[in-house]
Structure formats: C-alpha cells, structure tokens
C-alpha cells in the first residue's frame, strides 16, 4: 500500500521530487513554507513530510514536524550547523520517527573503492557561490561520496583559491592522502569526475532513493551518521577557508 505523503517546497527541486512522489505515493498536498502545514499533515494522515524549502527553512520546518510525529525527508543540508543537525537527529529518536537526510548519490551504480595519494574532484555546473552556496550544492555530494575515506582521516592542512570561475579546495590529511576539489561554477555543461571514475549519471537515481524511503529499504542510522559527519566536515572547512580569506 502507498504511503500518504505531503511535500514542503514548491521551487525547482520540489517541482522534481512532486514528480517522483507522484509515482511512488499518494501525494496529498503540495505546499510553501508559509503555509499552515501542520493542519494539513494532521487532516491527510500523512506517513512521510518530504521537506524542499530553502536550506535556511529546514531547521524550523523539521523541527515543527518531528513534533507532529510523522516520518520527515529532508534535503540536504538538513541544517547549515552541526548541532541543530544533531538536535533534530535526538528529537526524531524522542519522537520514535524516522528522520531521512537526502543522498541520492548513495543509489549510484558507481562508487569509490580506495583513494589515492593524490586524487581529484572535478565539478562544473553553473551555479552561485554567494554564502558558500558551493559547499552545499557541490562538495555537500563529494563529501558524502567518500565519508568512509575522510572519517577515518584527520584534516591535516587546507588551500584555498577562488576566481570568477572556479573554485579550488585543497585538503591534506594526517596520512599525507591530498584530496583536490576543482569546482567550475560558470560552465553550461555537467561534468562530474572523482579521479577516473565518471559520477554524472541519466539514471533516475532521485527517483530510486524515494521509492526505497517509501518501502522501508533504508538504513536510516547510517544515513543520519554520515549527514551529521557531512556538516561537521562542512564546519570545518567554512572555519578554515574564513580564516584564510580574512
């Protein structure tokens, strides 16, 4: 039996992932931010809230639903900070609900099996990096990709270097492993490589995560680990790259 669901967020991502759920559920309403969504959660019975406001929204709008007690997606990041990230995380256990962070990339068929001494990022999409806007939109994914290699890993050094289109991050770690993220913002053409391997994929992967969140075939303990080492990483770097640009 399909889940009832309800979605927060009517811009261009939630147009995207209206179009999965509408496959995948019974979509009961589709609403802003401003909206008196917790009438409508508690008059459609919902199962999940898919939530795909603006990411400075999240932390409010989750927080208000893990309360009404109902199963809660949330875009990525679920908060810019790693100790609302972890209050919500504590509040859906309190709750006995489920908290779900997206991770498409986690529903890719390729993936990172070691890294190298040196190895490569490389990015483009045209996009804003107004507000690190970059961090979230680009290295949010490549961190998630390789949570298993950089939390094991201490951040040992970092560089920084940005023009009017492209963004460099180096990061050295204590094992001497140097990760180079290039992120071309200004380009027509998507490309996304990790050193050899090609991660720009046709596959409906959004639409895969959602029909697995839906069914119950995924882990939400280690979902919810990896998103709060993500924005911790994330922390870091905003910190470092602060005090280098000073």
């Not at 920084?160 to 913002?185: G, H, S, T």
């Not at 994929?201 to 939400?220: A, F, G, W, Y």
Request: glycine share 2%; net charge positive.
């Amino acid at each position: 039996m399909k889940k009832n669901v309800g979605l927060i967020g009517k811009g261009q991502w939630g147009l995207k992932i209206k179009s999965k759920l509408l496959k995948n559920s019974n979509l009961k309403f589709v609403c802003g931010k401003k909206t008196n969504y917790s009438k409508l959660i508690k008059k459609n019975k919902i199962d999940w809230i898919f939530i795909a406001s603006p990411n400075n929204t999240h932390h409010q709008i989750v927080k208000k639903c893990l309360k009404l007690k109902v199963n809660v997606f949330c875009e990525k990041p679920l908060t810019s900070s790693y100790l609302d990230s972890k209050e919500l995380f504590k509040l859906a256990k309190d709750n006995k609900v489920k908290l779900f962070v997206s991770d498409v990339y986690c529903y890719h068929d390729k993936s990172i099996n070691r890294l190298k001494r040196q190895n490569i990022v490389f990015r483009s999409k045209k996009v804003g990096s107004r507000d690190y806007e970059f961090l979230n939109r680009f290295m949010y994914h490549d961190i998630s990709i390789l949570y298993k290699f950089l939390k094991k890993n201490k951040l040992k050094s970092l560089n920084f270097l940005q023009n009017k289109k492209l963004i460099e991050i180096k990061i050295i770690f204590q094992n001497k492993v140097e990760i180079l993220f290039k992120y071309n913002l200004n380009a027509s053409k998507k490309i996304h490589y990790i050193n050899n391997i090609n991660f720009f994929t046709e596959n409906d992967i959004l639409n895969q995560m959602i029909n697995r969140i839906l069914t119950n075939k995924v882990n939400i303990k280690i979902n919810n680990e990896k998103a709060l080492f993500v924005v911790k990483f994330l922390n870091i770097l905003k910190k470092k790259i602060n005090n280098l640009t000073k």
